[in-house]
């Protein structure tokens, strides 16, 4: 596997603040805000060196994404999911480090399913019965897409 | 030393911030339920250009749906329009012989009521006019009460005059018929002379004497002389007037189109010379108005 062990820290704060913004101004296309929220979450915030800063960038994709949709009436929960899911998946890349990148598309496809359970029950926990939407389709569509992405900056860490 | 992991060191403040972000979050959705009103607007703001730009997608997804479905819906009312024109045109087509001998009856009918003659109507089913001998053949015959030298009619002119008599047909000498010979008189000299035929819708009125004045585009009747026609019925016009020896060369152009007739009239046999106008219509006079005895 070809690990880049120097990419640059600034690139992969770019792609996630790009990320970011997409969730944010993406609100109107549902299906393409899903799919830049699990990059942001579950791709790029797990591969922050501090596992702080990945809390953080995980609780920013929460509130910007239920900030944008403007539905709930109570937020948070998203956030909350988003948190939870990043120090999984750190540690499972800590324990299992990515080897080949078909395995590595199931995994996230995996985490893809456990993220939409885990935000909608939080969400419901929050803010009561909601929609559900297609968000989670979309981005278990685009696995392929935004996993390889993923699988091309990964670098590894102890966590 | 060995470093305490939830110590008052950097790995252990780190570790303290990461379960105090967790646990608030954690608290903040267990035990709060403010509605977030602020922070929704403040996103809803920041996300306005991309939702103007969505609606402008929406609409224009819209509009061109509408528009598609517009040119759908005119394309199958031109297409409903183009078999609505289409059946009209074929009904038309099927419909015109039967308007055209519509119209020739309305007029067979209207001569038939200037003239007070008893006239019987038949249909030319044969136009060999233009063949050598060839004249028209009727679909009446015998059995109708046809004799040979009845005079037949059109309401543009005279046709011709009946030939021979089958049972149920019968054929007639056309006008134009080198052996065709009609009593005629012209219309404002009032000479008379004898009609023969020369050719297709020619002919030609002998035994005119030449110090008769007669004029191209003079009208040309029967003479009643023959009594095959009565006086009065028109043959033709004069369409030229040439001189010869001791009387006129007139030719005459046909009035009635012989190539065309499809309904005729035929004249009574041996009507009379002089036609009697139709009685007048009897005056009724009002009861109120009449004159107690």
């Keep these: 596997m070809n690990r880049s062990t120097s990419a640059p820290a600034v690139r992969h704060a770019l792609l996630a603040t790009l990320s970011l913004a997409l969730v944010q101004v993406a609100a109107p296309w549902p299906g393409l805000q899903a799919v830049a929220h699990v990059l942001l979450v579950l791709g790029l915030a797990p591969e922050f060196r501090s596992p702080l800063m990945a809390m953080l960038w995980a609780a920013a994709a929460g509130w910007v994404l239920e900030g944008s949709l403007r539905v709930y009436p109570h937020l948070g929960g998203t956030a909350l999911a988003n948190m939870t899911l990043v120090l999984i998946i750190r540690w499972t890349l800590a324990q299992w480090p990515p080897r080949d990148r078909n395995p590595f598309w199931g995994r996230m496809a995996v985490f893809t399913l456990v993220h939409a359970l885990l935000v909608h029950g939080l969400v419901r926990l929050a803010a009561g019965p909601h929609a559900w939407g297609s968000g989670a389709l979309w981005a278990l569509l685009c696995v392929p897409i935004w996993s390889t992405l993923v699988f091309r900056i990964h670098r590894p860490f102890r966590s | ?293």
């Design chain 2, 1 to 293: 030393m060995r470093r305490r992991p939830w110590g008052w060191n950097p790995e252990g403040r780190r570790r303290w911030a990461m379960l105090t972000l967790w646990m608030g979050h954690l608290l903040w959705i267990l035990l709060t339920r403010s509605p977030s009103m602020h922070w929704q607007q403040v996103m809803g703001m920041l996300s306005r250009p991309s939702q103007v730009m969505a609606s402008s997608w929406s609409h224009w997804r819209q509009s061109r749906a509408e528009n598609a479905r517009n040119l759908a819906e005119a394309r199958a009312e031109l297409q409903t329009l183009h078999w609505q024109v289409e059946g009209l045109r074929t009904a038309m087509v099927q419909d015109a012989s039967r308007n055209a001998e519509a119209d020739e009856a309305i007029r067979l009918l209207g001569l038939k009521k200037q003239l007070p003659l008893e006239l019987k109507a038949a249909r030319v089913i044969v136009n060999v006019r233009k063949a050598p001998f060839g004249g028209m053949v009727l679909d009446q015959g015998r059995d109708a009460g046809l004799v040979p030298e009845q005079g037949v009619i059109c309401p543009e002119g005279v046709v011709g005059r009946i030939w021979s008599v089958a049972d149920h047909q019968a054929s007639v000498l056309p006008l134009d018929a080198y052996n065709a010979s009609t009593a005629v008189m012209l219309g404002r000299s009032r000479a008379t002379g004898v009609l023969q035929g020369v050719g297709p819708n020619r002919a030609e009125i002998r035994y005119v004497g030449a110090q008769e004045i007669v004029q191209p585009g003079e009208p040309v009747y029967t003479s009643g002389l023959d009594s095959v026609f009565p006086r009065g019925l028109l043959v033709g016009t004069v369409s030229a007037v040439h001189p010869r020896d001791t009387e006129l060369r007139i030719q005459v152009a046909l009035a009635a189109p012989l190539e065309k007739a499809d309904l005729v009239l035929i004249l009574p046999s041996r009507p009379l010379i002089e036609l009697q106008p139709p009685a007048a219509p009897p005056v009724v006079v009002p009861k109120s108005k009449r004159v107690p005895k």
